[in-house]
T-cell receptor
Framework: AQSVTQLGSHVSVSEGALVLLRCNYS??????LFWYVQYPNQGLQLLLK??????LVKGINGFEAEFKKSETSFHLTKPSAHMSDAAEYFC???????????FGTGTRLTIIP | DAGVIQSPRHEVTEMGQEVTLRCKPI?????LFWYRQTMMRGLELLIY????????DSGMPEDRFSAKMPNASFSTLKIQPSEPRDSAVYFC??????????????FGPGTRLTVL
């Protein structure tokens, strides 16, 4: 069964610094991978997704992620953190033809002024 | 587009009472998903529908939980009787058919349920 592991339940970065949120997947077949963001008291919103096209995926709000098959990773990055990036971020995986999304445990990102 | 609509946004009830959560998916979306989010278990898929038909309910925790989708614009998740361990945020999400399983799921704002 597919699964994702998010390393670090809490990450703090200074405003303007690089954001790096880690996600490793486990899947028996080439997966589809997603990053969602959840702002306080809101539902989840898609940031970006990998669906076996380009391995470097660009999303909204300046975020991007790179699919690395050799490392089974799909880490999320942003060159310069903004205060508005403070939220919880979830990595998720699904397989071709499988409607289910399996979510990681989430990483809470705090931005230090 | 109004997005996925959920009601109520907050529900506080006493153990043993029946609870009904409601969801209106985005118009034209063929799939509807119910999730539960807790600190202990994270975000879990409970059940999903395709064209109003339940496809997979393997995530429904117990027989106390039931979900229906009587038409394309409305779904309910019912808990009867409710227990304190059911306290969680329940999300509804919908997505269109066209993009297949890679298409984006659109989440509602959630219902925060507290069972005393």
């Amino acid at each position: 069964a597919q699964s994702v592991t998010q390393l670090g339940s809490h990450v703090s970065v200074s405003e303007g610094a690089l954001v790096l949120l880690r996600c490793n997947y486990s899947s028996s077949v080439p997966p589809y991978l997603f990053w969602y963001v959840q702002y306080p008291n809101q539902g989840l919103q898609l940031l970006l997704k990998y669906t076996s096209a380009a391995t470097l995926v660009k999303g909204i709000n300046g975020f991007e992620a790179e699919f690395k098959k050799s490392e089974t990773s799909f880490h999320l990055t942003k060159p310069s953190a903004h205060m508005s990036d403070a939220a919880e971020y979830f990595c998720a995986v699904s397989d071709f033809g499988n409607e289910k999304l399996t979510f990681g445990t989430g990483t809470r990102l705090t931005i230090i002024p | 587009d109004a997005g996925v609509i959920q009601s109520p946004r907050h529900e506080v009830t006493e153990m043993g009472q029946e609870v009904t959560l409601r969801c209106k998916p985005i118009s034209g979306h063929d799939y509807l998903f119910w999730y539960r989010q807790t600190m202990m278990r994270g975000l879990e898929l409970l059940i999903y529908f395709n064209n109003n038909v339940p496809i997979d309910d393997s995530g429904m925790p117990e027989d106390r939980f039931s979900a229906k989708m009587p038409n394309a614009s409305f779904s309910t998740l019912k808990i009867q009787p409710s227990e304190p361990r059911d306290s969680a945020v329940y999300f509804c999400a919908s997505r269109p058919l066209a993009g297949g399983s890679t298409d984006t799921q659109y989440f509602g704002p959630g219902t925060r349920l507290t069972v005393l």
